[in-house]
């Protein structure tokens, strides 16, 4: 990350906005990470208060070089608010952000931002909506999105698959063809239901000969190291142990709620309870994976709610897949805006309540331990095609 931030300011003249007119120069308001903190996700069709919030307080994304990011508004946007946008030198140690460029943002239109594709690094941008005086919009949105479409593949990606500790009663050796079957039943999933090739690196095998427990959330500043796997490829990582310091059951596995981009960042890395039960390890993984690519769960847990702070987005906003009435959360307590899914073992009560169909979808949010869950609407085949286009890969 602060590598990355480095060299943002090196490339900051090649920032094109298409539309709308440069205020080069101008202060940026100071940047809040406990209010400007918030994650922007590409593509997103749920209901979204969430992000309507964001852009009012300030949320950030990573754009990547040759693609293209729209802004728009189709609700209330009070007449006073512009939209500006600044390049992160660092978001996480709170110094200040560099002013890019500012637009107006007029109920209805929308407002275009790309990278050039010269430009080779990843950029994270902070948006956010600002009145004439400068500061705060706080007369609030409505209907607000992001899209963005770009130029990477949209039809493969790959997996890294790697493997903390030893792994009770599983050989290196063992390992290495258990690895090809998973692999083939999760490529299977995704090119049947997506129509996307996913390719295979490993397994890579760490230098840790104990057991490894990874603990939810992992700390970020002294993660374990990973060795090998190929650059540009999602970052699976098999542990034998996961453990919470919340109560709320077994946690087969944890992701990002969206990943920010295939690199070795361990914030994009998926993480798995290895288990000899094959079917429970692939569906855990490809639905993880499945989040990674921007999917969110076809129903929300309480656990979803919290985390965004956002109670209107109860379904993913695709209409060929089915909502249920569910309640109960998972019991695992994330910081709200840390956006994980954490998948827990067994059936919740409340599932009961959705169709066999609802349940068998790939992103329905709890495992159905008896039900094969491998199914992808084709508004959720589409969103993968897309946001693929947005990673860079
Ligand atoms: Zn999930």
């Not at 994270?124 to 705060?136: A, T």
């Not at 009560?349 to 094969?372: D, G, K, V, W």
Request: charged letters at 20%; aromatic letters at 12%.
């Amino acid at each position: 990350m602060k590598s990355l931030n480095k060299q943002v300011c090196m490339y900051l003249l090649f920032i094109v906005f298409v539309t709308g007119c440069s205020i080069m120069g101008e202060d940026p308001l100071p940047f809040d990470p406990a209010r400007n903190n918030r994650r922007a996700y590409i593509n997103d069709l749920a209901a979204n208060d969430s992000l309507n919030q964001a852009i009012v307080e300030g949320m950030n994304f990573y754009a990547q070089p040759g693609c293209t990011y729209q802004f728009q508004v189709s609700g209330y946007l009070h007449n006073d608010c512009k939209l500006h946008s600044y390049r992160m030198f660092s978001a996480w140690d709170e110094r200040l952000v560099a002013p890019v460029e500012g637009s107006w943002l007029k109920e209805g239109e929308q407002v275009s931002y790309s990278l050039s594709p010269d430009f080779k690094e990843t950029g994270l941008l902070w948006v956010i909506m600002r009145n004439k005086n400068g500061d705060h919009c706080n007369e609030g949105i409505s209907d607000f999105s992001l899209f963005g479409e770009g130029g990477y593949a949209a039809n493969q990606f790959g997996i890294n698959y790697h493997f903390l500790g030893s792994f009770t009663g599983f050989s290196q050796d063992d390992i290495s063809p258990f690895t090809d079957s998973l692999h083939n039943r999760i490529a299977l999933m995704y090119n049947e239901g997506a129509g996307v090739n996913v390719q295979k690196s490993g397994p890579h095998f760490s230098g840790y000969n104990e057991p490894y427990t990874m603990k939810f959330p992992y700390d970020f500043e002294n993660p374990p190291n990973l060795n090998g796997g190929t650059s540009g490829f999602i970052n699976v990582v098999f542990v034998s142990r996961i453990t919470s310091e919340s109560s709320g059951g077994d946690i087969l596995g944890f992701a990002p709620r969206e990943g920010l981009g295939m690199n070795e960042e361990p914030i994009n890395w998926v993480i798995i309870l290895f288990d000899s039960d094959y079917t429970r390890l692939w569906s855990t993984v490809a639905h993880e994976v499945g989040h990674f690519l921007g999917l969110r769960h076809t129903v929300a847990t309480d656990l979803d709610l919290q985390n965004e702070n956002d109670f209107s987005n109860l379904d993913d906003g695709f209409t060929d897949t089915e909502y249920c009435d569910l309640d109960g959360g998972t019991g695992i307590s994330a910081e709200p805006g840390t956006y994980w899914c954490v998948r827990l073992a067994g059936n919740s009560l409340s599932a009961i309540r959705c169709s066999i169909t609802a349940r068998r979808n790939l992103m329905f949010p709890y495992e159905q331990p008896t039900l094969n869950q491998n199914i992808l609407s084709e508004q959720q085949s589409s969103m993968i095609q897309t946001n693929l286009t947005v990673i860079q890969h």
